[in-house]
């Protein structure tokens, strides 16, 4: 019991974060709790899928399917990550002034809210597969079934806590400060998801430059650990990254802050103000 | 016009670029040393596999279980789920003289092995 306990915390925790993270940013748009609990639904749905054919998908591309898969997917979210702080760049101010209550703001909000489903069911995606078969194992090798389970739902509950959790500790910050700190927050879990698909195509050998070990700080912090994991899923902490996963992280973060200023604020907004 | 013609030209070259570094890679899989390991009732065969230093590694895995395990290392970042009685393929980067551990995340106590690199 104590065993499925761990083992679904475990895959849990890291989405229980995404989930905090992409409430506290949305806290004041209309409408996010029906975009990210169908986001969360997605991504269960997803992970029975992908859990049922998991040996099919092994077999693509010559047996690194998981690899370009897990890869693939987090492409697409570092894309909506981007893309949804760059927006909030521009729009942002709109989003949390008087404006909030406007039917466009709303029409407006809820295509950030599109991309932000999108990465929570990314998340949900990755690590529900794991539980799924490691559940399903369980289930069909008989042994124990309801200690197990009961260990994979109080797992769960905790991975919910860590949700819960991460939100109430960012929605503290006064609004104002929320937004900046949710942008860093937002662009570093962007470059670390970046350098974390880097990983996943470096070990399909789809990737193969620039692969030297930059460092290795596991004797400082290891990335299995539970601050190691933590900061590995927040800020892409790596303890052996290779040349090639912190040049893409790297760039990431300028290519977020380029964006951010080409297609951040309104022109016309601030040019008269500066004289 | 030309704006289309510069971007199109951008992609090419980036796509030229990915060709060529996928080309690499499937040229240096080739040095990598191959090892053959199964699985079945929360045991390896072999439980210690050995490699050489600073040469990429090739981990052909089978799982004769009725289950699927998920094969994972953390001195090696490893981590892959491998279905009921599937084939899978490991690659592990060229690494230092040492021990390295792995385990079914599954049964992570009592399904262990490990890699030994001289």
Partial sequence: MIA??????????????????VLAVTRTVAQRNLWIGGGVLAGV??????????????????????????????????VMLTWHNVWMARHGKELAGELRAAGQAVVEGSKSLFALAVVVGVAVLREGSEV?????????????????????????????????????????????????????????????MAAQAAAFLERANWVTALDNVVWDSGWLLSDSSLLGKALHTLIGYTDQPTVMQLTVYLAILLITFVLMRLYGAPAQATAPARR | MSISQMSSKVTSLAVVALLSVVATGAARAQSATEIQLSYKDKKFDPAEISAP?????????????????EFE?????????????????????????????????????????????K
């Fill in chain 2, 53 to 69: 230093a600073n040469t990429p590694i090739v981990i052909k895995l089978k799982n004769n279980d009725g289950k699927a395990m």
């Fill in chain 2, 73 to 117: 290392s953390k001195t090696l970042k490893v981590e892959k789920i491998i279905a009921a009685g599937a084939d899978a393929t490991i690659n592990v980067r060229a690494q230092k003289p040492g021990r390295y551990e792995f385990f079914d995340e599954y049964n992570e106590k009592t399904a262990r092995g490990a890699l030994v690199v």
């Fill in chain 1, 132 to 192: 799924v078969l490691f559940l399903y194992g369980v289930i069909a090798g008989g042994d124990s079934g309801v200690g197990v389970a009961i260990g994979g739902f109080l797992g769960l509950l905790l991975g919910v806590m860590v949700c819960l959790l991460t939100y109430l500790g960012l929605v503290r910050i006064p609004t104002r400060a929320l937004f900046a700190a949710t942008t860093v927050l937002i662009a570093l879990l962007a470059a670390g």
């Fill in chain 1, 4 to 21: 499925s306990l761990i083992i679904v915390f475990r895959e849990v925790f890291e989405a229980g974060l995404i989930v905090g993270i």
């Fill in chain 1, 45 to 78: 749905l997803a992970a029975c899928v992908v859990a049922a054919f998991a040996g099919a998908l092994s077999n693509l591309f010559a047996g690194m399917g998981q690899e370009v898969f897990n890869a693939f997917i987090l492409i697409i979210a570092v």
